[in-house]
């Protein structure tokens, strides 16, 4: 079991590396390429992209890994379910960018078309989710490696012809669609697909499903959409307010601290299901092995800090180049989100293993809130720089400080708490390798 743990935790994390070290290669030759100004045209696609990913998702990442894991006699009928329901909310989403475009005109009608597909293939992600209950995740690396590596080409291409922007956002969405489908594929290619082949799956069955999901997910929809505006509505606002090419060089700044930002979710997704059996089997143990984890993935982002802070200029300076210079500030700003990113990703574990739904909505919500006011006030004072300052604090108030609102997680925020000293729980693992070595080294002696 342990084994099968491991290797989909390893899988998940390779998955969003390989995904995040596509992005960085790609950021850094656009940023070049393109200038400050269409690399910030660029960017607002990939942030509007994101918004409109959180409607098509519908907040049904953990919940429908968690019934996968849960219910095995049961993973055929959800499957059917979670299928509709990503679809319903697909063409659903699709509508409501079309709605908003005829209103705001806030993005050019091919922009529209491309996330219009992209919300469509959005049905794939339920297969990925299945993967990650079953630990199965090797196949959609091994083929989502394939897709990768001809976008890179066609990336190179477009560069070398001297194409415009519109490529490139063309481009983008054949990249998301080709990594939504690669979920599928692998479901195809895997064992799982023959294990649920002779399932029942009736049809009431479906719709008890469809109904739970939908009661469970929307405040998960709403929670997404909120984090996804305290995570990303500075650079809405900075675009708006500032303009393409502020935002360009803001998009540098947090470029690397991004990079970061794929562990925690990968790390925490991929034990979903290990710990969502262990709480039912055995709570004091997950409690014990849950708070060890915690301190571990802080003890990640404290180093992670550290490396930014005193290589973080001459990274930018020589991945990006001079135009970008302005952006280290904003980096040394950005760099303290890694910590409560941590946190609330560890947090979100013991939230969907207890369905507390509404909690993480409340704490989602509450942090947007905060960051569009801050943004608003900071932004036309401090520039791009109070964007950073705004999120920063948004994001230690929803992974940290709003934990200690609810008695329904006393025990988190003792985890959280000390979590908060992950450095320390590194120097003592650190001193019991080195006195294993030194033990190991002694009985060699000896023998």
């Given at each position: 079991m342990q084994k099968k743990v491991f290797g989909n935790v390893f899988f998940s994390l390779i998955d969003k590396a390989?995904?995040?070290?596509?992005?960085?290669?790609?950021?850094?030759?656009?940023?070049?390429?393109?200038?400050?100004?269409?690399?910030?045209?660029?960017?607002?696609?990939?942030?509007?992209?994101?918004?409109?990913?959180?409607?098509?998702?519908?907040?049904?990442?953990?919940?429908?890994?968690?019934?996968?894991a849960a219910y095995e006699n049961k993973r055929k009928a959800v499957l059917y379910a979670a299928i509709i329901v990503a679809f319903a909310t697909g063409m659903i989403t699709e509508l409501g960018v079309l709605i908003l475009q005829l209103i705001t005109g806030f993005l050019s009608w091919l922009e529209v078309a491309v996330l219009g597909v992209?919300?469509?293939?959005?049905?794939?992600?339920?297969?990925?989710?299945?993967?990650?209950?079953?630990?199965q995740l090797k196949y959609v690396v091994k083929i989502k490696n394939i897709v990768l590596?001809?976008?890179?080409?066609?990336?190179?291409?477009?560069?070398?012809?001297?194409a415009s922007v519109e490529w490139f956002i063309l481009v983008y969405a054949l990249k998301e669609c080709g990594t939504l489908g690669v979920s599928f594929l692998a479901f195809l290619c895997s064992r799982e697909k023959e294990k649920i082949r002779y399932q029942e799956a009736a049809v009431s069955e479906i719709f008890f499903i469809i109904g739970k999901l939908i009661h469970l997910c929307l405040p998960l929809l709403l929670g997404g959409l909120?984090?996804?505006?305290?995570?990303?509505?500075?650079q809405v606002m900075i675009k708006s307010m500032l303009g393409e090419e502020q935002l360009g060089i803001y998009s540098v700044g947090i470029k690397l601290v991004d990079a970061f930002f794929f562990?925690?979710?990968?790390?925490?997704?991929?034990?979903?299901?290990?710990?969502?059996?262990?709480?039912?089997?055995?709570?004091?143990?997950?409690?014990?092995r849950y708070e060890r984890f915690a301190s571990a993935l802080n003890a990640i982002a404290y180093m992670y800090v550290i490396v930014l802070a005193v290589l973080g200029k001459w990274m930018i300076h020589f991945l990006y180049g001079e135009e970008y210079a302005e952006a280290y500030k904003i980096l040394m700003?950005?760099?303290?989100?890694?910590?409560?990113?941590?946190?609330?990703?560890?947090?979100?574990?013991?939230?969907?293993?207890?369905?507390?739904?509404?909690?993480?909505?409340?704490?989602?919500?509450?942090?947007?809130?905060?960051?569009?006011?801050?943004?608003?006030?900071?932004?036309?004072?401090?520039?791009?720089?109070?964007?950073?300052?705004a999120s920063v604090i948004s994001y230690w108030v929803q992974g940290f400080m709003l934990t200690f609102i609810s008695p329904k997680l006393r025990q988190m925020t003792k985890v959280q708490w000390k979590s908060l000293y992950g450095f320390i729980f590194l120097i003592k693992e650190i001193k019991v390798m080195y006195k294993n070595v030194l033990c190991s080294l002694g009985k060699g002696v000896q023998d």
């Open positions: 390989i995904v995040f070290v596509f992005s960085m290669f790609i950021s850094i030759a656009l940023a070049r390429y393109l200038g400050a100004s269409d690399y910030g045209r660029y960017t607002f696609f990939g942030v509007i992209y994101t918004f409109v990913n959180s409607f098509a998702c519908f907040g049904m990442q953990q919940i429908v890994t968690k019934e996968f992209i919300c469509l293939f959005n049905v794939c992600q339920i297969f990925y989710y299945y993967l990650t209950a079953t630990y590596i001809w976008m890179v080409v066609i990336y190179i291409v477009l560069i070398m012809n001297k909120s984090v996804t505006i305290y995570m990303k509505i500075d562990i925690p979710p990968a790390v925490t997704a991929g034990l979903l299901p290990y710990f969502a059996k262990q709480y039912m089997e055995e709570p004091t143990i997950f409690w014990t700003v950005t760099i303290w989100t890694v910590i409560p990113v941590c946190m609330g990703c560890m947090r979100g574990i013991f939230l969907s293993i207890m369905e507390y739904s509404g909690l993480s909505f409340f704490f989602s919500i509450a942090a947007a809130v905060m960051n569009m006011a801050m943004n608003y006030l900071m932004i036309p004072v401090f520039g791009a720089l109070g964007a950073a300052i």
